[in-house]
């Protein structure tokens, strides 16, 4: 049990469990140090946590990429220092623009919050020789994606996988969320609210795709 800062509205809370608590875990173990260029796969709920995160870690450069322009926005409000939308970009000059931004080593960490097997070997090749890989989008089984093997062993790149987190992270999310509530917007991560008895138009809402997130309320 954990308590909550009663400073910190309930709206706010209600994404520490999950979301927020396994983007703190999964940059820990991904071992950001100061300095580091992260790029953030997908700028939904999950991958604009990441990107404040990532900053208040100490990242140096932070590159987002999604296909939604409003997502892209938000996210340099987040921290991001370059954002990259994928319908402007094919894969190859995806990559390259990322070597060019890092000075054509690659990143150090890439971080997956897309849920598509289609972008793990394009986030692979986007490492640096040595780099770090986590995965936390991809959660459905029996999803089939191509990752050459050789890319991340001839590169000594690590690939991490996390669907949970440890409890030491409830807390240390909680204080950040305090920490940094006024420096970030988290209020338009939320784009939607529903009470309860519209349950099913807010499901209509999220599967649309348009929402950043979708709140109900009791």
């Not at 049990?1 to 173990?29: T, Y």
């Not at 322009?69 to 340099?76: F, I, M, S, Y």
């Amino acid at each position: 049990m954990f308590r909550v800062p009663e400073d910190v509205p309930d709206n706010l809370i209600c994404a520490v469990k999950c979301a927020r608590a396994e983007v703190v875990d999964g940059l820990h173990k991904a071992g950001i140090v100061l300095g580091d260029s992260v790029v953030i796969q997908g700028a939904g709920g999950l991958g604009l946590y990441a990107t404040a995160v990532a900053r208040e870690m100490g990242a140096g450069q932070i590159v987002v990429l999604d296909k939604v322009g409003d997502r892209l926005e938000l996210a340099k409000a987040f921290g991001a220092d370059h954002v990259i939308n994928v319908d402007d970009l094919d894969w190859p000059q995806r990559l390259q623009a990322v070597k060019d931004l890092t000075g054509g080593r690659g990143a150090d960490v890439v971080a997956e919050f897309v849920g598509s097997p289609a972008v793990v070997q394009e986030g692979v090749e986007m490492l640096r020789y040595g780099g770090r890989y986590l995965w936390i989008g991809n959660i459905n089984l029996g999803l089939k994606g191509e990752v050459d093997p050789g890319q991340v062993v001839r590169g000594s790149r690590t690939l991490i996988g996390l669907v949970v987190y440890e409890a030491w992270v409830i807390p240390r999310a909680l204080q950040f969320l305090q920490r940094t509530r006024t420096k970030y917007p988290y209020e338009r991560i939320i784009s939607h609210t529903f009470p309860l008895d519209r349950i099913n138009e807010a499901f209509e809402q999220a599967f649309q795709r348009r929402a950043m997130r979708v709140s109900l309320i009791p």
